[in-house]
Nanobody
Framework: QVQLVESGGGLVQPGGSLRLSCAASGFTFSSYWMYWVRQAPGKARELVATISAGGGTIHANAVKGRFTISRDNAKNTLYLRMNSLQPEDTAVYYC????????????????WGQGTQVTVSS
């Protein structure tokens, strides 16, 4: 069955860095578009970054220049490098897989991971 397992979250001080990983199995990873989606308490889900099957990337304006999405198809793994973290980046971060661009208004990928908590606080 399809599995997306995130890791790498935790508590970090403002200005710090983290790298999230997502190990994928049960589907042809290299053929899928992959996404990082976050949800802060009391807020709607937010599409953070997208990477196409061919490696093209899109980052939300809120994280552009600070976060970088990447993938390693040989390892079936998705990454999110997060630098210059701020308290407003605090959220549960989800890895997801799908077949194209997602609508910001209705984020509905084919598969979801269970999420990993990122907390930015001093």
């Amino acid at each position: 069955q399809v599995q997306l397992v995130e890791s790498g979250g935790g508590l970090v001080q403002p200005g710090g860095s983290l790298r999230l990983s997502c190990a994928a199995s049960g589907f042809t990873f290299s053929s899928y578009w992959m996404y990082w989606v976050r949800q802060a308490p009391g807020k709607a889900r937010e599409l953070v970054a997208t990477i196409s099957a061919g490696g093209g990337t899109i980052h939300a304006n809120a994280v552009k220049g600070r976060f970088t999405i990447s993938r390693d198809n040989a390892k079936n793994t998705l990454y999110l490098r997060m630098n210059s973290l701020q308290p407003e980046d605090t959220a549960v971060y989800y890895c997801a897989a799908g077949s194209g661009l997602l609508s910001e208004a209705n984020i509905s990928p084919d598969y979801w991971g269970q999420g990993t908590q990122v907390t930015v606080s001093s």
